[in-house]
């Protein structure tokens, strides 16, 4: 027993276990999912810009390029803020339409300008 409940070794206490509720709302948002474009920005104030078709808010494009790694020190990647935003979606929007915004906002916003974003495509 901990603090008065009573605790399965391999279970979450029943007050912390899943109920048919949550299972429910999981369901829907599952079926929510809207593809967007959306708009990652640093503390140095430069964006990348991508498109995601599962509509993950957790999920955030990582970087892989050099300028990334030149524009923070070591100790500066260890903790720092970004931010997400949702630039356009669609609930009706294919794979095409997508990509093809992407690259709209891409050239929009510059993002693949080195001295804006960290976009490599399309060329700048």
């Not at 109920?19 to 429910?24: D, G, T």
Request: proline content about 8%; overall charge negative.
């Amino acid at each position: 027993m901990m603090g008065g409940v009573t605790v399965s070794p391999g279970r979450p206490p029943a007050h912390l276990a899943p109920s048919f509720e949550h299972a429910s709302i999981a369901r829907l948002c599952d079926a929510e999912r809207v593809p967007n474009v959306y708009k990652v920005t640093y503390p140095n104030g430069k964006i990348l810009v991508v498109q995601d078709r599962t509509d993950q808010i957790t999920y955030i494009e990582p970087i892989a390029n050099d300028q990334f790694l030149a524009d923070f020190t070591s100790e500066e990647r260890r903790n720092f803020t970004v931010r997400k935003e949702i630039l356009w979606e669609s609930p009706d929007a294919d794979a095409e339409e997508v990509e093809r915004m992407e690259l709209e906002w891409i050239r929009r916003l510059h993002a693949n300008d080195p001295a804006f974003g960290y976009n490599r495509w399309p060329a700048s």
